[in-house]
């Protein structure tokens, strides 16, 4: 039994509006990556105890879990479109991590300060020679002791193999801003 053509025609336009309908739900549907502040929570990374710095550090980077709010509808970090509840993970946030290899802040500047002019601060950093050099001039008579705790404190100068100190997580680190070729200057004005 053939249907009258106005039942196929309108058969035809429903199937076409669904079909423009579904994909466009299915275009629209953004990463969970691209949800706006508020629209999802990470948890912190996880802190281990010896290094103070994210478990699963690789590559100065590790990953935090971060759950959608709930009744957001995005695409998770395998693809798959899901409206979550707030409890499910969505995607995984980077957190920058530093390299460390067992150099303690804190005990680089008390021997600076305390045994600087043994050199004892510049044997805990990895530079014998300098140490010895320090320790056989009574630390360049005082001057080189105050150098190098004003340099360590300001963290100017590091482990000798070229990691960072190990500061509490939420201690007080520096960022060294520096200049390269990618840095915009911006023109001087002429007074």
Do not use: H
């Not at 106005?6 to 076409?16: Q, Y």
């Not at 970090?77 to 995607?91: A, D, I, M």
């Amino acid at each position: 039994m053939a249907l009258p053509r106005d039942r196929w025609l309108l058969c035809v336009c429903l199937l076409f509006l669904c079909v423009c309908f579904i994909g466009a739900v299915l275009v629209d549907v953004d990463k969970c990556e691209e949800l706006r502040i508020g629209q999802y929570i990470c948890d912190s990374p996880k802190i281990n105890d010896v290094t103070q710095e994210p478990e699963n550090c690789t590559n100065e980077t590790a990953f935090g879990p971060c759950m959608p709010a709930p009744n957001i509808t995005c695409r998770n970090y395998s693809g798959l479109v899901n409206t979550f509840t707030g409890k499910e993970v969505g995607f995984y946030k980077p957190f920058p991590c530093r390299n460390v290899s067992g150099y303690s802040y804190k005990v680089a500047v008390a021997l600076s300060l305390f045994l600087g002019w043994l050199g004892a601060d510049r044997f805990y950093l990895g530079y014998p020679a300098l140490g010895l050099l320090k320790f056989c001039t009574v630390g360049f008579c005082g001057i080189g002791s105050l150098i190098d705790f004003v340099l360590i404190s300001a963290q100017i100068v590091g482990p000798a193999d070229g990691s960072n100190y190990i500061i509490d997580y939420y201690g007080a680190r520096l960022t060294r801003l520096a200049i390269d070729n990618d840095t915009y200057r911006k023109t001087q004005m002429e007074l």
